[in-house]
């Protein structure tokens, strides 16, 4: 249980951090959700003590997260952390990354039983025939995978996620999100996951609160707050203003970087298919452009068409 | 002329080697205190690292030549006499130790500072992620900074030969300079150019197998 009770934090004049109050039950998936600058890596940080906060408290499991080093340790043990940049040792392999948080805890990595258990959690994050190699060799989706593993080495109660697939391309999102909730069912954990992407708490989170300039404009089960979105969020989303037809399908498609065929007036060529285009975006999440479309078609059109995008490998959503 | 040039290049492999060995061993500790007191470091310290920081920069700032003239006093006291080889020790361990302090403070702050984060939030503590993240995931770049520091004490050693620390440098100016023996010129410095390919050769070799 994490409870953050009147939070604030500043840097120099900066509020970062204006009363925030947060409650996180046991064993839940919590979202912390906003653009940018909204505060929300910062007040994901004052869980685990690497941000402190001005005023307020923060109580993971009744105890309290103090400035005191001693304290702060060993609470850091109940917490697993997960980055944007996997940041993993460069020069230890898979096996010794994983390894690493025993290390600190003075557990020795050599007996069987601690063998045991990083080759299991290594297994687990799919990784096994990679036991040995080191982060140069790896991709982005196997790289956050070993971290997920190094994180979960000395059985922590709640897993931190900051922006922990911000950095990887829609497809290896999915996959680690999916990983993240077979984690999260296999073992119980609480998981706390910031990130500016939808998907991630579309397809993640139990409940989700909405940050924006260090204030929790709204909090919810996530299509609670995003079917019928606030102005707010609506416009986090960019998406204010869309009307979409009330006939027909509306089918939402994303394009990423990769994909430069003209797959929409193929598609209607090679499928004698009528459309129109009711809203379309392009849009910069760090390291990725993507682009969204929402078509609208014919009922009857609706099975062949999502065959035809899953063919052309086009993500798509029925709105 | 050959057994003159080989125990030349002893010398010089022995000012070398324990200039180096001694300047690696000291210098590493004001590199972890530089790097630690640094703003971005574990520990920042204005007032210890702008301290600390003075006096690296002032030492370099000494040509070797007048470093080994000045502490020709703190020579005597130490190797008990200002001339020889092994006096010769003594400046050029000074000389090279805030050389390598400083080389050291850049491979350790070049660390990833996520990195460091991530050991912290799994509980690390101050001296283990000194040595476990600071130093080890730096050692490709402190094996850059030791070859750095070898060619430059393959180069200072030379000039110790003045203050009679003997060495290839000695051999060059006594028996090419001053002797008008263009053979001794000529033989030391290629002994000098193939000790420091040999150096820089390893350095990278062992760069890379570490990397």
Known sequence: ?319 | MWDVILKATGETLYMVFFSTLIAVLLGMIPAVILTLTAPDGLKPNRVVYGILDVIVNVFRSFPFIILMVIVIPLTRAIAGKSIGTTAALVPLTLYAIPFIARVFENALRETDSGVIEAAKSFGATDMQIIWRVYIKESVPRLLNGITLLIINMVGASAMAGTIGGGGLGDVAIRKGYQSYSVAYLVVTSIILIILVQLVQGIGNALYKKKA
């Open chain 1, 1 to 319: 249980m994490i409870d953050l009770v009147n939070v604030r934090k500043s840097f120099g004049d900066l509020e970062v951090l204006k009363d925030i109050n947060i409650h996180i039950n046991d064993g839940e998936i919590y979202g912390i959700i906003g653009q940018s600058g909204a505060g929300k890596s910062t007040l994901l940080r004052c869980i685990n003590g690497l941000e402190s906060y001005d005023s307020g408290s923060i109580i993971v499991d009744d105890k309290p997260v103090t400035s005191n080093k001693k304290e702060l340790r060993a609470l850091r043990k109940d917490m697993g952390m997960i980055f944007q940049n996997f940041n993993l040792l460069s020069r230890l392999d898979v096996y010794e990354n994983v390894a690493l948080p025993m290390k600190f805890w003075g557990i020795d990595s050599k007996t069987p039983e601690s063998k045991q258990k990083i080759e299991n959690l290594i297994k687990l994050v799919g990784l096994k025939d990679k036991m040995h190699a080191k982060p140069a060799e790896l991709s982005g989706g196997q790289m956050q995978r070993v971290a997920i593993a190094r994180a979960l080495i000395n059985d922590p109660k709640v897993l931190l996620c900051d922006e922990a697939t911000s950095a990887l391309d829609p497809r290896i999102t999915k996959e680690i999100l999916q990983l993240l909730q077979k984690v999260h069912d296999e073992l119980g954990i609480t998981i706390v996951v910031v990130t500016h992407q939808m998907e991630v708490v579309k397809q993640l989170c139990e409940r989700v609160a909405f940050l924006k300039h260090g204030v929790v404009l709204a909090e919810g089960k996530p299509e609670e707050l995003f079917v019928h979105p606030s102005d707010d969020i609506k416009k986090f989303l960019g998406e204010e203003g869309t009307s979409l037809p009330n006939e027909g399908v509306n089918i939402q498609l994303f394009f990423t970087e990769d994909s430069n065929e003209p797959v929409v007036s193929e598609m209607a060529r090679d499928l004698d298919v009528d459309f129109s285009i009711c809203w379309a975006k392009l849009e910069d999440f760090r390291a990725n452009v993507y682009g969204s479309l929402i078509i609208n078609i014919e009922n009857k059109d609706k099975f062949k068409v999502l065959e035809y995008l899953d063919a052309k490998n086009v993500k798509w959503e029925v709105l």
